[in-house]
T-cell receptor, first 115, second 113 residues
């Protein structure tokens, strides 16, 4: 089945450690996104990528890094510089980049907890 | 900048009650509008969308009408079920070529039998 796969589903990290969240899609979508979800705050955009080997900062990029070496993969690294990393992270993709149809397809999320 | 505001939750209803979740937006240009639903422990799924003024999006008994004059996109359902319990997000697409969505804060709906 086509879709977006995020792993791991749950992750625990000690303070000072970097962690990488995986996001893979087999929908042949050009654009991919990382959102962070906190209770009562909705979703906030961390990074997005419209094409391979290119990505842009979103609204809360500080303390995060990404790469887009392949069309189907968009991993997110939460670095030790991220001051409050405990959150639910959602990866998404969309078929269209231009225009404003804006329909996103989401993975099931990764919950990161810092101990 | 563009923004979306949803009514505060949680909203608690009895089964078969009428549902309204308010959503208003601020945007330049003419964005598309969306409602997404998130069931417990899962990612978001598109529920319905409308791409221009006066369009009505509908799916699974839910409806929302794009009202440009009141900058609103309220979600309604005539008779909710326990299985509708979830978090509902209103969103708009930026009028640009990024495909980015701007989300409201989400409204939790709990339906009791």
């Amino acid at each position: 089945d086509g879709g977006i796969t995020q792993s791991p589903k749950y992750l625990f990290r000690k303070e000072g450690q970097n962690v990488t969240l995986s996001c893979e899609q087999n929908l042949n979508h050009d654009a991919m996104y990382w959102y962070r979800q906190d209770p009562g705050q909705g979703l906030r955009l961390i990074y997005y990528s419209q094409i391979v080997n290119d990505f842009q900062k979103g609204d809360i990029a500080e303390g995060y890094s990404v790469s887009r070496e392949k069309k189907e993969s968009f991993p997110l690294t939460v670095t030790s510089a991220q001051k409050n990393p405990t959150a639910f992270y959602l990866c998404a993709s969309s078929i269209e980049v231009a225009g404003n149809t804006g329909e996103l397809f989401f993975g099931e999320g990764s919950r990161l907890t810092v101990l | 900048g563009d923004s979306v505001t949803q009514m505060e939750g949680p909203v608690t209803l009895s089964e078969e009650a009428f549902l309204t979740i308010n959503c208003t937006y601020t945007a330049t240009g003419y964005p598309s509008l969306f409602w997404y639903v998130q069931y417990p422990g899962e990612g978001l799924q598109l529920l319905l969308k409308a791409t221009k003024a006066d369009d009505k999006g509908s799916n699974k008994g839910f409806e929302a009408t794009y009202r440009k004059e009141t900058t609103s996109f309220h979600l309604e359902k005539g008779s909710v079920q326990v299985s509708d319990s979830a978090v509902y997000f209103c969103a708009l697409s930026e009028y640009s070529n990024t495909g980015k969505l701007i989300f409201g804060q989400g409204t939790t709906l709990q339906v009791k039998p």
